[in-house]
């Protein structure tokens, strides 16, 4: 098993800036990708950003603006440029399958971007 357990969450004016991070612990070994995503209430999680083998992939609303990088057990959201549409939980994940699954996940950090 892989726990994750994310910090870094806020409140920010929107064009400010947060850096998130998310620890690994557990079978670490076994993780092959790690990424955020991010969930508003009534709609469905959605992917900020992924990272695996050092390949990051970015969704478009934040492709410019937010930089994942990985350090070990790692990972970290650098958010730049803060939207008040940006404003959500955030939750880290980890994948240890062959199909890039995630199947784990951190509790959420709330971000929260005033406008």
């Known amino acids: 098993q892989v726990q994750l357990v994310e910090s870094g969450g806020g409140l920010v004016q929107a064009g400010g800036s947060l850096r998130l991070s998310c620890a690994a612990s557990?079978?670490?070994?076994?993780?092959?990708?790690m990424g955020w995503y991010r969930q508003t209430p009534g709609k469905q999680r959605e992917l900020v950003a992924t990272?695996?083998?050092?390949i990051t992939n970015y969704a478009d609303s934040v492709q410019g603006r937010f930089t994942i990088s990985r350090v070990k057990n790692m990972v970290y959201l650098q958010m730049e440029s803060l939207k008040p549409e940006d404003t959500a939980v955030y939750y880290c994940?980890?994948?240890?399958?062959?199909?890039?699954?995630?199947?784990?996940w951190g509790q959420g950090t709330q971000v929260t971007v005033s406008s």
């Open positions: 557990g079978r670490v070994f076994n993780i092959n990708a």
């Open positions: 990272i695996t083998s050092g």
């Open positions: 994940g980890a994948s240890t399958s062959r199909g890039l699954t995630y199947s784990f």
